[in-house]
């Protein structure tokens, strides 16, 4: 009998060893998933929201880089980052040219779904007593330039800008339209709305760029001007400084490093997925921007409301 136990643990032992050396090695950990956020609310949503799923569902790490976004072209290609979630293809034909198209160093990541709108604004209010504001015709009398000078301006009106690193061609348009107007940089999306914050509360002027989805259009009665239309002649001028006409509609995409589906299958297949709506963006982001909430606290809302939504994302 104890024989046979014996002879029974030697065949136990025996097992485990096989067990350890043939099959029993720990499962490699899942790599590092490095997503690109630029500097407005929607694109630290989408990352937000990204990076909760790829967590929680999936097990990835998620490494989080703030980059602006001509930068984020060159380091996708180079493989330090693997995706960006928001790009505007109206500020970016030539990278898409360079880096889809031509050198195939950069994958469109498909349609992220919002569409977007830059353009030029004023509180709707200056048009009771300046309806010709309404388009950029107005702004060529010197006496409604003047109604925005500033004493950074001079004797010019004050076109505010945003970041620096945005794509705008704003002072391109003021010159080529010959509006005495400069653009000032406000140095970020927060202060232009901090600048359009203290002109409604007093009713007094302000032109500046902006964009939609933005939730400030749900807080202000906002009207954007009327710019000679888009056409693509006249963007093809903007490279040499030449545009004299509005911003198209952006049908909002994402890019990722192309050996991101190698490197990490899961997370390339859900990023590819990941599509929702303009009201879902700015659902988001009216919460952040006017309910101050945390961009993650807007992201675990809207994912909780919208299970059905971003569980069809995940890989099959």
């Known amino acids: 009998m104890r024989n046979k136990i014996h002879l029974l643990l030697v065949v136990v032992v025996i097992s485990a060893m096989l067990l350890v050396a043939c099959g029993g090695e720990k499962p490699k950990s899942k790599p590092t998933i490095k997503l690109?956020?630029?500097a407005w609310s929607a694109s630290e949503?989408?990352?937000?929201v990204a990076k909760i799923i790829l967590e929680e569902q999936l097990k990835y790490q998620v490494e989080v880089i703030s980059l602006d976004e001509n930068a984020q072209w060159a380091a996708l290609s180079a493989g330090n980052a693997d995706a960006s979630l928001e790009?505007?293809?109206?500020?970016h034909m030539a990278n898409v040219k360079q880096y889809i198209e031509q050198q195939k160093m950069i994958e469109h990541?498909?349609?992220?779904?919002?569409?977007g709108k830059i353009g030029w604004y004023i509180p709707s209010y200056m048009?009771?007593?300046?309806?010709?504001?309404?388009?950029w015709e107005g702004f060529k009398d010197p006496a409604n330039a003047k109604l925005f000078t500033t004493p950074e301006t001079g004797d010019k009106g004050q076109f505010l800008g945003g970041d620096a690193s945005f794509v705008q061609y704003d002072a391109d348009i003021i010159k080529n339209?010959?509006?005495?107007?400069?653009?000032?940089?406000a140095g970020s999306e927060q202060a232009i709305l901090a600048q359009l914050d203290a002109a409604y509360s007093r009713k007094s002027p302000i032109l500046f760029y902006l964009w939609t989805p933005h939730s400030i259009h749900a807080k202000y009665e906002l009207s954007q001007v009327k710019l000679p239309p888009y056409s693509e002649e006249c963007y093809a001028k903007a490279a040499s400084g030449g545009i004299d006409c509005d911003y198209p509609p952006d049908n909002l995409f994402k890019i990722f490093w192309p050996n991101l589906k190698n490197k990490a299958p899961e997370a390339y297949q859900l990023l590819k997925n990941m599509t929702y709506t303009t009201k879902d963006q700015i659902t988001m982001i009216a919460e952040v921007e006017l309910n101050k909430k945390t961009k993650e606290q807007s992201a675990r809302e809207w994912l909780k409301a919208n299970e059905s939504v971003w569980?069809?994302?995940?890989p099959k």
Do not use: D
């Open 36 to 38: 690109i956020e630029n």
């Open 45 to 48: 949503l989408n990352v937000a």
């Open 87 to 91: 790009v505007w293809p109206s500020g």
């Open 109 to 115: 990541g498909g349609a992220l779904g919002p569409v």
């Open 127 to 135: 048009l009771k007593e300046h309806p010709e504001l309404a388009t």
């Open 177 to 185: 339209l010959g509006l005495n107007f400069k653009v000032v940089y």
């Open 311 to 314: 569980k069809a994302w995940l």
